[in-house]
């Protein structure tokens, strides 16, 4: 019986130790997917070249912003949408745009390389994450390239009265009927397109930009002109009569803006062209609110005019401006309409064509994505593979795939790069001080006893901010009931978790459920008081602790008030999209994390750093082997107490007393 209960306890203690080392495994590989990339002294060292300009970086934004939005969408929204109330539409989607615009800011100038939200997340939450943002990322300039090229071929066939595509039809014939991924015809003109596009940010940062701000400038300038006719033929009868200003009502408003918030896609680019700034630190956060400033004035004023020009209820959604100078009798102005089209659908698809590949290359320099597409041409300074190998793919879905299915698919992963940049400021500004990477201002000294009064006047000392109070509860809190007992940081991560699971919740059941609201239902009410309550008592979290507001670089204004906004409007715009934009963003998250877990975990730069340590080189004359400094360990023992003489140790007694 004796050896039955020894042979029992060593089999638990056995399945324990064997439990602990599971877990400890388990440990690890969370340990190892929530890495952060480390932010060293030659941090902002890069083989790209430094060359572009605050001027560079605000044209190439809003020649991102401006392409065929401007000319197409603007048609759609006024007609079929919201009417001459678009001019708001506009406005409410720029106020969406900007609070998303002013976090890639404050990033854009703390970690200028050009991952843009990929490598503000992989810093700040873990590479896990950042290969999530960071694979949709490669999505939306993928496709975004691959949609615009469509839209420039459809531009310039529109010229000919689509004669390039009749004439791909009666010689090739067509590719499908009615497919809502293939298209009609194989798109030649879009697929050259792309490649001399390609070809162009191959030749060199500099030389692109150049291209870039010319064909810019052109377009500002066919823009212009547009308005100033535009207002010469304005009557503003247009906004009293047919239905008044509000034909939709104010729910058509809404949702003209939702649709508006994708023609201010594309700021982003100016972030991920940071790596290759002259002064990112400063150059980033102006260009990136500039261009999108002038962008949203450009908006508003060509609306103005078209709602103007004629009733809403006349526009054509497929060529509103050419129709509209049209009635009133200028012919002409539809080849300036058109060259701007073609102009501004040229520097959109250059703003995707530079973007896509440096993303591709800052992924791949960390590791996670094949080593070749981290290779920079000594000459050009650019990354050559990554250009070439992704500009054939990119012209290769311009040439076969539908437009539409295209735009649709890529707005959900740019959107979902909004939501991680903005999640990443609110934990970045709470996080302690030691978990912080980045430079700091010199704290405040607290004044020295001898230099303060003690007089009446100076009876209660304002306490000086300490770097060490970062993430900590503020000092006339720090006694309140659970927060307390979180480390500095703690709290606020969890805080920022619950807040985004319940927007989620809260938006899940406003934009799907929003007849529910309107019916009055008594469970939809009641879910949407609980998730709001919810979503203060996380923002109350955050603002009851101290924030991080030391840094050396832009910070924006406001925090946590301006990142929680752009949540929350991320995740009603993301609630508007098809189910089966889900479905796909699913099914390219599986191919993704397939490619991480079987080749970027184990090729990661941090992986390499964290196994082999910093290798630290001895500078002095000593003549010391190798040898003989692997010898030289000092085992370190615990002192034992002395045992008495004829003492026995019992080698059962542990397992006794278990």
Not at 145 to 150: G, K, L, P
Request: aromatic share 14%.
């Amino acid at each position: 019986m004796r050896d039955g209960e020894i042979r029992l306890k060593f089999i638990i203690s056995y399945t324990l130790i064997d439990n602990m080392g599971m877990s400890s495994k388990l440990s690890d590989v969370w340990v190892t997917l929530n890495r952060k990339k480390t932010v060293t002294e030659d941090f902002h060292e890069t083989p790209l070249k430094r060359c572009l300009s605050t001027l560079d970086l605000t044209l190439l934004g809003i020649g991102h912003m401006i392409g065929a939005g401007i000319y197409v969408l603007t048609g759609t929204v006024v007609k079929d949408l919201a009417g001459p109330s678009a001019i708001l539409s506009y406005v409410f989607a720029a106020f969406a745009a900007i609070l998303a615009a002013l976090c890639y800011a404050e990033f854009g100038a703390r970690v200028p390389k050009a991952g843009s939200a990929y490598s503000y997340t992989y810093v700040t939450l873990g590479e896990i994450w950042g290969f999530i943002i960071g694979w949709n990322i490669l999505l939306e300039h993928l496709l975004g390239a691959s949609s615009v090229a469509r839209a420039w071929s459809g531009g310039l066939d529109s010229l000919f009265n689509g004669a390039i595509k009749n004439s791909t039809l009666t010689n090739i014939g067509y590719l499908s009927h009615n497919n809502v991924w293939i298209s009609d015809y194989p798109d030649f003109v879009a697929f050259a397109a792309t490649l001399m596009v390609f070809f162009v940010v191959a030749t060199g940062a500099k030389f692109a930009m150049n291209f870039n701000n010319f064909f810019t400038v052109i377009n500002l300038i066919v823009i212009a002109i547009i308005i100033v006719l535009g207002f010469y033929f304005a009557d503003v009868k247009n906004w009293t009569d047919h239905g008044g200003f509000f034909p939709y009502g104010f729910g058509g408003t809404w949702a003209g803006a939702a649709t508006c918030f994708y023609a201010y896609i594309g700021f982003e680019g100016v972030a991920t062209a940071s790596e290759e700034a002259k002064n990112p630190e400063k150059s980033v956060p102006i260009a990136t609110i500039l261009s999108l400033g002038i962008v949203t004035v450009l908006y508003v004023l060509v609306t103005c005019v078209l709602t103007l020009m004629v009733p809403y209820t006349d526009v054509n959604p497929t060529a509103a401006f050419p129709f509209a100078f049209a009635q009133q009798g200028a012919e002409w102005a539809k080849y300036v309409v058109a060259l701007g089209t073609l102009f501004g659908i040229t520097t959109s698809l250059l703003g995707g064509a530079f973007s896509l590949p440096r993303a591709v290359y800052s992924m791949a320099s960390d590791g996670l994505l094949f080593q070749i597409f981290a290779y920079v041409h000594p000459k050009t300074q650019t990354p050559v593979w990554g250009i070439l190998c992704f500009g054939f793919i990119s012209a290769l879905m311009a040439l076969l795939f539908e437009i539409e299915t295209l735009v649709e698919f890529m707005s959900i992963g740019t959107i979902l790069a909004y939501t991680i940049v903005a999640v990443s400021v609110i934990i970045l500004r709470y996080a302690p001080v030691h978990k912080c990477q980045f430079k700091l201002k010199p704290q405040e000294e607290a004044p020295a006893a001898d230099d303060v009064s003690l007089g009446e006047s100076s009876s209660i000392i304002k306490k000086s901010k300490s770097h060490d109070d970062f993430g900590r509860l503020k000092d006339h809190l720090k006694h309140l009931p659970f927060l307390k007992s979180f480390d500095p940081g703690n709290a606020t991560i969890m805080a920022i978790l619950v807040m985004l699971v319940a927007i989620i919740c809260f938006c899940a059941v406003l934009v799907p459920g929003y007849q529910y609201l309107a019916d009055c239902a008594w469970w939809a009410i009641c879910l949407e008081i609980i998730f709001g309550a919810v979503i203060v008592l996380c923002f109350l979290t955050l603002i009851a602790h101290e924030k991080n507001d030391a840094f050396l670089t832009f910070q924006i204004p406001f925090v946590p008030l301006i990142p929680c906004l752009s949540i929350f409007c991320n995740i009603t715009l993301m609630m508007k999209l098809n189910y089966l934009t889900w479905i796909r963003l699913a099914i390219w998250l599986a191919l993704g994390l397939i490619l991480y877990f079987s080749y970027g975990v184990w090729n990661s730069r941090e992986r390499q750093t964290s196994q082999y340590g910093e290798i630290v080189g001895y500078t002095g004359d000593a003549s010391v082997s190798c040898s003989t400094i692997s010898k030289m360990e000092e085992e370190v023992v615990e002192p034992q107490p002395k045992r008495a003489e004829g003492e026995q140790v019992h080698l059962g007694a542990g397992m006794d007393g278990f």
